[in-house]
């Protein structure tokens, strides 16, 4: 039986999957699954975990049922390398395929800092955040350096600082970044400003303007010669491709996979597609966010393009709708707070994105386990 094969269980790979089984494409072939321990875990609801909201079990699914019913077989192993007709497996060794979507996601960039990735903890999983948090309740820590002040960085900042509050933990939560706002890179001036007086008002140190030059146990070091003490370094500052070997057309700047329009990974002869944070997709001159609607319909597409290869169809062209050029995001800043990002010129002070990611996760809930029973 011809094979297509997934990798990967976020967003994206779940996304792909149900796709391809809802177009039959499961029962004329063999969908092979890839899923490092057979769990989707939902992250935007990370940083919910870190101050206690939230459990790690809460946002991490297991997928045996949900696979079973769409006729996918679910492997527990992780993608080395890929090469035109077969993929190199960790445990399982070489696989052909005759489709192959990547959808391995990306992993936290370190950029070379010395020390960074030994003596800090990324927020990545909710693992990590799960032990972040025991850690403090704990008493284990009196503060917390927080190193990226993107999306992730000042979100888990308002959530440490709201746990800090709750349980009166007299934790120090500072937030450092090597530009001068925090969200710089989303462009938006007025969301900049909102996310700095809320953490202001909610005792966040902002050190804006410090680049990390080292890490050392419990210190940062700048690249002025200044450092700062932190019980805890937790690591947001950006993030790098999958790590998969691939040939070197296939790979682009920061290691993301390099696709083209129709999200085919290049150089590998056109059956191989990369979506969500894998790759980098493009719009004209703009780039996608690192985001989960971005990984879902990415997905989507080269589901569509796949089945369109295979009725002799036309291909679809993916064109992200959040991108550098229009950002459009929820940023949730402890319960009932946050700020809403539309475009580069609005931000709205606003708790909709909470809300909304815990509606998305009941969907999940719903969608991945419902199969089970
Ligand atoms: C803390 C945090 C907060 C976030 N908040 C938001 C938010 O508020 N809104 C928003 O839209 N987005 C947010 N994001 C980003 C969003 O979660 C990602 O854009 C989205 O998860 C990308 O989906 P994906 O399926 O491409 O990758 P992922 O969700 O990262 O899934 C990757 C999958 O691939 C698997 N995998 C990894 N390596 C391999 C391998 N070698 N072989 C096989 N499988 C592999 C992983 O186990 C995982 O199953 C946040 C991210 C983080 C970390």
Known sequence: MPRIVVA???????????????????????????SPGKVMSFQPLIPLVASGRLRAEDIVFRLEGFARSLGAELLDDRVTR??????????????????????????????G???????????????????????????????????????????LGAELLWLNKEKELGV?????????????????????????????????????????????PGRLVFS???????DIIVWSAGLQG??????????????????DEYLRVKGLGGKVYAVGDSAIMRRNNCVALKMARE??????????????????GELRHYKPMITNCFPLAGISLGPGDGILVIGKSIALRSNLAELYHKTVLKYYEKLLERQEK
């Open 224 to 230: 002025n010669g200044d450092s700062v003490e932190a």
């Open 8 to 34: 990967g269980s976020g967003f994206a790979g779940v996304e792909a999957v149900a796709g391809l089984a809802s177009r039959g494409l499961c029962d004329k072939y063999e969908c092979l699954w890839i």
């Open 295 to 312: 990984a879902i319909s990415s997905a989507r597409t080269a589901v569509a393009n796949i089945a369109a290869s295979i009725s002799g």
């Open 82 to 111: 890929i090469d035109k007709d077969k993929v190199v497996l960790e445990e399982n060794g070489d696989l052909g395929y005759d489709f192959l979507v990547v959808a391995t996601g990306a992993r936290p960039a370190f950029y």
């Open 113 to 155: 800092v010395p020390g960074a990735d030994t003596y800090t903890v990324p927020l990545y999983t909710p693992s990590e955040a799960q032990s972040l948090y025991e850690k403090l309740v704990r008493s284990e820590a009196s503060s917390v350096a927080i190193v990226g002040a993107g999306f992730v960085g000042v979100e």
């Open 172 to 216: 120090d939560v500072a937030v450092i970044d090597m530009l001068s706002e925090p969200l710089q890179l989303l462009g938006n001036p007025a969301a900049s400003r909102l996310a700095r007086r809320i953490l202001g008002e909610m005792g966040a140190i902002l050190l804006m303007n410090h680049r990390v030059a080292r890490v050392e």
């Open 242 to 259: 999958p790590g998969i070997e691939a040939p070197r057309e296939a790979i682009g700047k920061g290691g993301f996979l390099e696709v």
